[in-house]
């Protein structure tokens, strides 16, 4: 009878759930075994993959990171995932019992934000542009379902979409005990809404998306111009390091060219094409010229690049030509 009443539970249990979840294949395989590099004193990486979303990486191909100061610890970005979120949070606890106390999120794209969640649910402020808040209340359900489509729901079961609880549009400074750390707005280039962290101690920057460092910049909500000048901006601060959104750490005067020659490039090229009269369908057959050819995840951005790229610049040529003044 035993038995048999196990059997029923076993069958019902498979049916409503999955085998996974009693196999343990599921808690094997959805972890994402995230392990924090120290940079500096107190300041720490962790790493994300040089890949696009995957089913294999859910999503972790974001650099993410913390600063300890005497008191407190604050959280550079949320990751993809509650998931991510909740391994990030006891990755830094492993490291340090001080409180998390803020989280600073770069901007509103995904792997970047929507672990807000489960730092909200462990008390932790977080901060963020007031447009990267805007764009996340207004597209985060379907960047949601993109990001889920692609790397699937054992990743992202759990994962809500959450605002920040303060909103930051001017430099500010956060002590977390003899450790000052400096929030920098950087408005309208890769978002509208970016922040930068630069910890002054270790003059560690973390420079969110506005630096990609061997991976091809992605371009959705960017104005390519602006974007090129807070490079160079952020070239003149005064940093030892510079932890990009997605990449390999750069070092004191390196620099920004990864992000700056490839942005200057779309530009070029679908400006080009567009007074050639070349159309989208045409420039997607493009070969992607060196040393650009060898940045990770080059192909599918360099299309998705053009078709935003196509639509805004001749939006611009529409707005400008003088039959339509
Ligand atoms: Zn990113």
Redesign the pocket.
Known sequence: MIYCKSLIFFFVATVLFGLSHFSGVEAETTRYKLEPDMIASGVFVFWGKQESFSRENGANI?NTGFIVGRDAILAIDTGPTRLYAEEMIEAIKAVSPLPIRHAVVTHH?G??AFGIQTFKKNNINILMHPKAKNLLAEEGAVLFGYLENLIGLDWTTGTEVDLPTSLLEKERMIDLGQRPVLIIPYEGGHTPGDLVIYDITSKTLFAG?LVFNGRAA?IPHADISTWLDHLDTLEKQDWESLIP??GPLLSKNQALDSTRTYLAFLRETAGAAISRGTTLAEIMTTVIPSPFDQLATVNSEFLRAMTTLFRQLEDEQFKSSPSTK
Request: charged share 25%; net charge negative.
């Open positions: 974001v794209h792997d970047h998306d992605t959104g997605h």
